[in-house]
């Protein structure tokens, strides 16, 4: 069985937890894990996924309060072009002694005497510690928050222009770019005119 702090997303909170009050910063890369986005937009698995923020120690659990960021890749939904840019985005995650989830689990504290301090919001994402309390596994976390950190429509840019919908051409590229159209609707009435032109002149 495979030991939590063998994990690739392994943070050691050893040093605070059970202590409330303490902090333990995280500054590290982390492997970016599979599952995140598809062809169109993604997080390409293994790619480096910088955490910076901290752990902080309250009465029940441990509050991750941090700045993710990974390199996303995408393609422009207007005129198609691959993206590659860093996204980020702010995170607070909860992880409860295990104790504390027990009694989450079964819809009351331990202790109800016992105020809790932070942590608390039922809105935060929460998320285990091993089984002693001495790692946090970032694993699931990053797979959550990258997940839903790009945007549903990316663009190269903000007035991207797109492709000409009758040939395809690239409108970034040749901003003057246009087809002269004739409405199909007169098409019949000018092949009409000029068959009575070349009548005409014929005549003549």
């Known amino acids: 069985m495979a030991r939590p702090e063998d ?4 943070v050691s909170v ?10 333990k910063t995280v500054d590290a890369v982390f492997p970016a894990p599979s599952g995140i986005g598809d062809e169109v937009i993604g997080v390409k698995e293994g790619a480096d996924v910088s955490v910076h923020g901290s752990f902080d120690s309250i009465v029940d659990g441990l509050v991750l309060t941090a700045r993710i960021e990974a390199p996303v890749a995408a393609e422009c939904t207007r005129c198609l072009k691959p993206i590659k840019r860093d996204w980020g985005v702010d995170v607070v995650a909860f992880f409860p002694y295990e104790e504390s989830a027990k009694a989450r689990s079964h819809g009351k504290p ?3 005497d016992v105020e809790i ?3 608390e919001d039922e809105s935060e994402d929460v998320y285990p510690l091993s089984r002693d309390g001495a790692f946090a596994d970032l694993e699931a976390l990053l797979r959550d928050t990258l997940v839903e950190a790009p945007p549903l429509a990316p663009l190269c840019r ?4 797109g492709l000409c919908s009758q040939c395809g051409v690239d409108l970034n590229e040749h ?3 246009h087809h002269d159209v004739t409405d199909l609707r007169f098409a019949a009435l ?3 005119k000029a068959q009575l032109e070349a009548e005409e002149h014929g005549d003549k």
């Open 7 to 10: 994990s690739a997303w392994a």
């Open 14 to 23: 050893a040093q605070v937890a059970s202590r409330p009050g303490q902090s």
């Open 110 to 112: 331990k202790n109800e």
């Open 117 to 119: 301090v932070a942590g």
């Open 158 to 161: 903000e007035d991207c222009r």
């Open 175 to 177: 901003p003057d770019h």
């Open 190 to 192: 000018a092949g009409l």
